[in-house]
């Protein structure tokens, strides 16, 4: 009885078309999004017009994924602030007239407010980096669909 397997001294069977010319072939994907023409570092380029493209194929919140974040962090910033002197201000107000309240007061806000400003910081950057991983994502898609066969 003859075995179906092939040998290994036996090499497997070539594609029918070479790599080069599966790469150059015309994009069999249906989907309406343009093909990405030029070199990979050539996708998102041109700010502007990226920014003003009313059909959303192309896609600036990568670029933009840091001023996102150093925007919040500045914001969390000005907040941390603001709530943490505001606490111990009202903590101090209200020890004149209750001395124990007062004390909870600026333990709660010496407590609480650094402890929601850490994790608004931490979620914060898991949103960003959701976002940023949603269009790599979608970027890396569109050129695979680009690059297969049906």
Same mark, same amino acid.
């Not at 599966?22 to 069999?28: F, T, V, Y």
């Given at each position: ?22 790469? $150059? ?11 990405? $023409? ?8 041109? =700010?502007?017009?990226?920014? =003003? ?6 896609? &600036?919140?990568? $670029?933009?994924?840091? %001023? ?5 962090? !500045?914001? &969390?910033? &000005?907040?941390? &602030? ?5 606490? !111990?201000?009202?903590? #101090? ?5 209750? %001395?124990?309240?007062? *004390?909870?007061?600026? #333990?709660?806000?010496? !407590? ?5 400003? =850490?994790?608004? !910081? *931490?979620?914060? $950057?898991?949103? #960003? ?5 949603? *269009?790599? *994502? ?13």
């Amino acid at each position: 009885m003859t075995d179906p397997t092939p040998s290994a001294s036996t090499p497997p069977p070539l594609p029918p078309q070479s790599a080069a010319e599966a790469a $150059r072939a015309a994009d069999p994907d249906d989907t309406g999004v343009p093909p990405v $023409r030029g070199e990979a570092s050539d996708v998102g380029r041109g =700010f502007f017009s990226a920014l =003003f493209d009313l059909s959303f194929r192309t896609f &600036i919140t990568r $670029r933009l994924a840091s %001023v996102f974040y150093l925007v919040g962090l !500045i914001a &969390i910033g &000005i907040g941390f &602030i603001v709530y943490f002197v505001g606490g !111990i201000w009202s903590a #101090i107000s209200v020890m004149w007239l209750n %001395v124990g309240a007062g *004390i909870s007061g600026l #333990i709660a806000t010496v !407590i609480v407010v650094p402890v929601i400003t =850490f994790l608004s !910081i *931490i979620l914060l $950057r898991f949103v #960003i980096e959701a976002v940023v991983a949603l *269009i790599a *994502i979608a970027e890396n898609t569109e050129r695979t669909a680009q690059h297969t066969r049906r």
